[in-house]
């Protein structure tokens, strides 16, 4: 991003999407996914002088749309007209920075998505190699973000039970995906007392980093710079918005894409299948099992469903049973788990249509849930915009 405003160029206003105009061939994949899939609609085929291009209306800046920054479309755009803002050199720069205390963050779906860069089996779990190059980058830490999510999973499971005894509305919405919480904010304003006041798990890693360790290993908070390695394009922009940052400071300096990672991998001359495998360090490396399975659609409010059954009835539930909802095609998911003598009504979507719809079939009455959970991207973030291209070759 080279800082124009003007989108008949190029633009990264948003600081998280980046659109260059003059590599589009017209192919429409972007709008198709926009349009059809995620239900936002910011694409259209609009003329240039004597051209037609695929823009927004008007030639608007991304920043000034209701775009989320779901990055699909960075995923299906053969030409990289669309793609993500990149932070390389920024986090090359703090690496190399005397003054700076660089430490990383690792979000659960990358694990496994980052050995495909590499051209590893598909499903081979890279967590010990992943840690090894972050290493070998230069950062100081290298630290889970599940950590994090033990965090969000503690915080959203209080906040359920007290809503369940009548302080606060129902349903509860997890609050994980910050495309998700742009779409809300956009697409339905009557309902935004309904998401969990949780932030998401790698802003908390990154308040938790400034403060806790900071004090801990007596390091000015202003010297530490946290890095989120994500799948999501999303969370980029995320990391800008104001209300989020504790003390003047952002929680988090910078988050690059599996993508960026590799590329930066590579730009170090690092062999990574020969890496050895490394441990996270101490004490924001430790999580759970729960943590885990935040990757994965369904995960966050298994996760913080298991913490509030046990608290409630002091009993061990292991898994949710979801069961897919006619229709929809699993987009849309449903549990019902009996604790105590309640029977809570779970709903799970993935993909911006299918939480359009549930939304709205809540907003209007036609269903009742005690606790949703949505994510922006179709199968959760282990398809989010920020993974490994897979140029359609689904062969696994
Ligand atoms: Fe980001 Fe995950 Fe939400 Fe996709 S589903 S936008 S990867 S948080």
């Given at each position: ?267 170090a001359g690092i062999d990574f299948t020969k890496l050895p495998d490394e441990d996270f360090d101490n004490p924001l490396g430790e999580s759970t099992g729960a943590s885990v399975i935040f990757g994965v659609t369904g995960g966050v409010i298994e996760a913080a469903l298991r913490t509030a059954y046990e608290w409630v009835t002091g ?82």
């Amino acid at each position: 991003y080279e800082g124009e405003k003007s989108t008949y160029t190029k633009d990264g206003s948003s600081g998280a999407l980046y659109r260059n105009p003059d590599k589009c061939i017209m192919c429409r994949r972007c709008e198709t996914m926009c349009n059809e899939v995620q239900t936002c609609g910011i694409y259209s085929a609009v003329e240039r002088g004597f051209e037609t291009v695929v823009s927004p209306a008007f030639h608007l800046p991304m920043i000034d749309t209701q775009c989320t920054f779901c990055g699909q479309c960075v995923s299906v755009c053969p030409t990289a007209a669309l793609t993500e803002v990149s932070y390389v050199s920024k986090v090359w720069e703090a690496l190399l920075d005397p003054d700076k205390y660089v430490i990383a963050q690792t979000a659960p779906a990358i694990r496994v998505a980052l050995g495909e860069e590499f051209g590893m089996p598909y499903g081979s779990i890279v967590t010990g190699k992943m840690v090894a190059a972050l290493r070998r980058l230069g950062f100081k830490k290298v630290f889970d973000t599940d950590f994090a999510a033990d965090v969000t999973i503690v915080e959203e499971a209080k906040e359920f039970i007290d809503r369940l005894n009548g302080k606060g509305r129902l349903p509860i919405l997890t609050s994980c995906c910050p495309s998700w919480v742009k779409f809300i904010e956009h697409q339905f304003p009557e309902l935004l007392d309904i998401p969990s006041t949780c932030k998401s798990p790698h802003m908390m890693f990154g308040a938790i980093a400034k403060t806790y360790f900071a004090e801990k290993f007596n390091i000015p908070p202003e010297k530490i710079v946290v890095v989120s390695v994500m799948p999501c394009i999303a969370k980029k922009y995320e990391i800008q918005r104001e209300e989020l940052k504790n003390e003047e400071l952002e929680n988090v300096d910078y988050v690059i894409t599996t993508r960026e990672f590799a590329k930066m991998i590579r730009e170090a001359g690092i062999d990574f299948t020969k890496l050895p495998d490394e441990d996270f360090d101490n004490p924001l490396g430790e999580s759970t099992g729960a943590s885990v399975i935040f990757g994965v659609t369904g995960g966050v409010i298994e996760a913080a469903l298991r913490t509030a059954y046990e608290w409630v009835t002091g009993e061990t539930l292991e898994k949710v049973e979801f069961h897919g909802v006619r229709g929809l095609e699993d987009g849309l998911k449903e549990a019902t788990v009996k604790v105590k003598d309640m029977e809570l009504k779970i709903g799970v979507a993935h993909g911006l249509g299918n939480a359009r719809r549930l939304l709205e079939d809540i907003r209007d009455g036609k269903r009742f849930y005690h606790a949703i959970e949505i994510m922006a991207c179709p199968g959760g973030c282990i398809d989010g915009g920020g993974q490994p291209y897979h140029h359609g070759n689904l062969d696994i």
